[in-house]
């Protein structure tokens, strides 16, 4: 009986889709388990490892949800609710661009933008550049759109800022069909001056590319001023930015993100993605209105907060020698290329083998930031999204984790 | 000036992919204009348009969300919160369904569940089966994922049922993945039986395909019972079951669904796309959690309350001389085959031209649920989500409509 139980298992094998099989799993969250096993020792993990910060989301946010008021809770605009559209409007203006309603689509989280974005521009199979080290879920987007990333590497060397145009345009194709960039950078920190956009602007130009633009980070400015890609109005029609409040009010569950176009095929193309599934969740969108009445007081306390814990984690990182990283004008990210062999190894060792004082820090390691096989092996991301004094005291133990994991080989 | 200006906008003229060009417009929220511009002229709408309940979302599900306490709406589980997981399979235990928590995945709304489960048994351009007319949304889902739905037309005059096997079988290509069914089915209302079901079974079984099933209308079942696909346990590497809230709680803005599987393959797939897009709306799981708590009297009265209202539908339909329809046991939908010569004529005739006493009906227009060109013109999709003395109303002006409409002409 057991051996007949066997064939009819194997007889009715089936296989999944080969981009089924190719779907990364997640390279932030794979070593979860292990820091849980840490915890289960009694171990106390710094996590430096995600983008979750530990800010409170606005109560305002909290109290419109609590004060909504309908009894059923019914299908939304597929493009978003007018009242969240026309508050998105308002933001942008204060941002120094100039985007009515009609031009916005609510997504369901940066996600569903990125998905809904490469899905328009792309026929599967097609390519689009991307800048490695790079936000790693682009990876499972472009595999979900059937359509590839090609990688152009950037340096901790070089603050992670983009190579020359020459450099770019060699990987261009028949198949590019657009750059994608975040500015800030996730997971570099980097911030693109007035040149390197120019350069992006002129490069989709002639070579009749489109520019999708993810800039979740746009309040997240520690030097000068952020300039986004919808202020380059010549290329308009060429622009799909791409928006969320995840980090900006702190509600990274709330799943609220957006589409911002002036070209009318891709605010068509998106609306019609958004009507095939209805509509993004009503309630969050009534938070993030209510979210986006809070003054620049709010952003100015928090980038305050943050520039801060910058300085601790770059101060704490510039301690450990030999370590390469050029301090990142914004996000909340720093990729640092430290003096380690193996970036998975040692966040392994980090989790199982070392503690000091009860402690220790969970870090991402670089090559799930890469597309390139064998690249970003000495970096790690470092999010700083926890207090000051306990940052500080993570950046001391990284120092002395990285000290322990040089001496175990010898 | 202007004749540069002009010639500018040529030059950068850049086309979005073929896709995006090819996603259609919802062609049931298409006639909404229409609607809106009746509604300006003092006509009163009854919508029989779209599966939007008028039931009040559960108390139950509103406090859960009230209550919620966390001052930090973080990122949640990428396969969704484990005490949702937990109720979930515990609704399945009452269902007579054996399914673990780690069989779940949460997804945002049924959508994406159907969009995860074309994505991971397909390549771009492999094909599922669907029996037509379908839930129209498939159509865009389908593009999205580069793949192609084949239509097999299922008819008025046979209550919607499934055609032989021979008949499926015969578009079954190298390139066919699997097939999509809706039980009790949108639009028809059909609810599929016991010999259909093992159809399917053996022919999923001797074609090495999978079978998607969506079991969102599960509950609302007038005749017999209800056969999950989940059920054919024979199978059950095969079956990719397709859930949703939306209906079930009248919770449509909460855009709560899942996907269950007992295959691994498919399982990880699915949390690996999870993963990408970090996770499905924390608050309404939390809300869902709680109206899973709601006992079976919640269910029956509901579905009491249904019946009686297809009982209405039904009874004014039979009253529309020539109308071809087979009372439903299922959903609350109606396709029904009316005396007339196009639909989409039809439906914007009863908004623009057509009143009674002041008011009129919207119907959803057979067309839009079919992929075969010329079909579903006679046919309308009623969603019977109103109040039966509404209903009772909505249904003398729908006959009078069909009489005046077909006067008109003459």
Same mark, same amino acid.
């Given at each position: ?46 996590? /430096? ?150 350069? /992006?602007?002129?490069? +989709? ?77 009503? /309630? ?9 009445? /809070? ?67 969970? +870090? ?47």
């Amino acid at each position: 009986m057991k051996d007949r139980a066997n064939i009819d298992t194997i007889e009715s094998k089936i296989t999944i889709s080969k981009r089924g099989l190719a779907l990364p799993a997640s390279p932030i969250r794979k070593l979860i388990p292990l820091a849980e096993q840490a915890k289960g020792r009694g171990i106390k993990i710094y996590h /430096l490892n995600i983008g979750q910060p530990d800010i409170e989301t606005p109560p305002e946010f909290w109290q419109a949800i609590k004060g909504y008021a309908n009894k059923v809770l019914a299908y939304g605009n597929s493009q978003g609710m007018a009242d969240y559209l026309s508050k998105l409007s308002q933001y942008y203006k204060k941002c120094g661009l100039d985007i009515s309603p009609d031009e916005i689509i609510v997504t369901t989280g940066g996600s569903e933008a990125i998905i809904f974005a490469m899905t328009i521009i792309c026929e599967p199979d097609e390519e689009i550049i991307v800048f490695e080290p790079f936000y790693t879920n682009y990876n499972g987007f472009a595999i979900q759109a059937g359509i590839k990333l090609v990688p152009i590497t950037t340096k901790a060397e070089d603050g992670f800022h983009l190579p020359p145009r020459a450099i770019i345009e060699k990987v261009i194709t028949s198949k590019t069909r657009g750059i994608l960039f975040c500015n800030p950078n996730n997971p570099t920190g980097t911030v693109y001056g007035r040149e390197e956009l120019n350069m /992006l602007k002129e490069l +989709v130009r002639d070579n009749n590319l489109f520019l999708l633009a993810d800039e979740v980070y746009r309040e997240f400015i520690y030097e000068g001023k952020h300039i986004s890609a919808m202020s380059m109005t010549e290329i308009s029609d060429r622009i799909i930015m791409l928006d969320s409040i995840s980090k900006r009010f702190s509600a990274c569950g709330a799943r609220v993100g957006n589409l911002v176009t002036k070209n009318r095929d891709i605010y068509n193309a998106a609306l019609h993605l958004g009507q095939a599934r209805l509509c993004s969740p009503t /309630l969050e969108q009534v938070g993030a209105a209510a979210a986006y009445d /809070l003054g620049d007081d709010y952003f100015k306390k928090m980038v305050g907060e943050y520039r801060n814990r910058r300085d601790v984690v770059y101060d704490g990182l510039m301690k450990i020698p030999g370590t390469i990283c050029i301090n990142p004008g914004g996000a909340f990210y720093i990729m640092a290329k430290l003096p380690i062999d193996n970036a998975e190894n040692f966040a392994s060792f980090m989790l199982t083998e070392f503690s000091y004082n009860g402690k220790s820090v969970m +870090v991402a390691p670089g090559p799930g930031f890469y597309a390139s096989q064998g690249k970003g092996q000495s970096e790690c991301r470092i999010a700083y999204v926890l207090k000051t004094d306990d940052l500080k005291d993570a950046m001391d133990i990284l120092k002395r984790g990285v000290e322990a994991y040089n001496l175990k080989g010898k």
